[in-house]
């Protein structure tokens, strides 16, 4: 079976820090991946999407990068973090991006910035 | 633009049954998906319809119709752990998803 990890659960850091979130996928091949921020009381915001290793398409243009070095690894990352970047960080994979394919989502990464 | 609207909060009763309503307008429309997400966690995957008409699926349904751009999920007998957001999110003609910001449902006992 399918699996998908995302770490850390939950980071606090300073303006100006850099950030690093990982996102693997287990049990299958060529996923599709997503990082979605989840701003409170807001629905999900797209970040970034890829459908293959070094491809990388972004949804909204600001500090943040996405890299996947690997099939089923995906990276969120920023050189210097600003306020307005807390949020609840999902990861997310899919097999195929059309019809009924189901986003199946990592636990998150709750992002604190001070 | 593209917009999803649901009800920011709604309150129901234990054991009763609640209608979550969503509409959309979007560029497209490749099928409507329903989440469930309990606070601080990820979401997860209740019902997706493409077709108009009603989708049972034990204590939780989901209708479409596309002709007025509008869905809703039913939870009957509500429990507990149903308290919860419930999220809309509409597949559109780019094979994009677009997500409504959720209704916070509450359960009372």
């Known amino acids: 079976s399918q699996t998908i990890h995302q770490w850390p659960a939950t980071l606090v850091q300073p303006v100006g820090s850099p950030l690093s979130l990982e996102c693997t996928v287990e049990g299958t091949s060529n996923p599709n991946l997503y990082w979605y921020r989840q701003a409170a009381g807001r629905g999900l915001q797209l970040l970034f999407y890829?459908?293959?290793?070094?491809?990388i398409s972004s949804e909204v243009p600001q500090n943040l990068s996405a890299s996947r070095p690997q099939d089923r690894q995906f990276i969120l990352s920023s050189k210097k973090l600003l306020l307005s970047d807390s949020g609840f960080y999902l990861c997310?994979?899919?097999?195929?991006?059309?019809?009924?394919?189901?986003?199946?989502f990592g636990a998150g990464s709750r992002l604190t910035v001070l | 633009g593209q917009n999803i609207d649901q009800p920011t909060e709604m309150t129901a009763t234990e054991g009763a049954i609640v209608q979550i309503n969503c509409t959309y307008q979007t560029s497209g429309f490749n099928g409507l998906f329903w989440y469930q997400q309990h606070a601080g966690e990820a979401p997860t995957f209740l019902s997706y319809?493409?077709l108009d008409g009603l989708e049972e699926k034990g204590r939780f349904s989901s209708f479409l119709s596309r002709s007025k751009g509008y869905s809703y999920l039913l939870l009957k007998e509500l429990q507990m752990k149903d308290s919860a957001s419930y999220l809309c999110a509409v597949l559109d003609s780019n094979y994009q998803l677009i997500w409504g910001a959720g209704t916070k449902l509450i359960i009372k006992p």
């Open positions: 997310a994979w899919t097999q195929d991006i059309t019809g009924a394919n189901v986003l199946t």
């Open positions: 890829s459908v293959g290793i070094g491809q």
């Open positions: 319809n493409v």
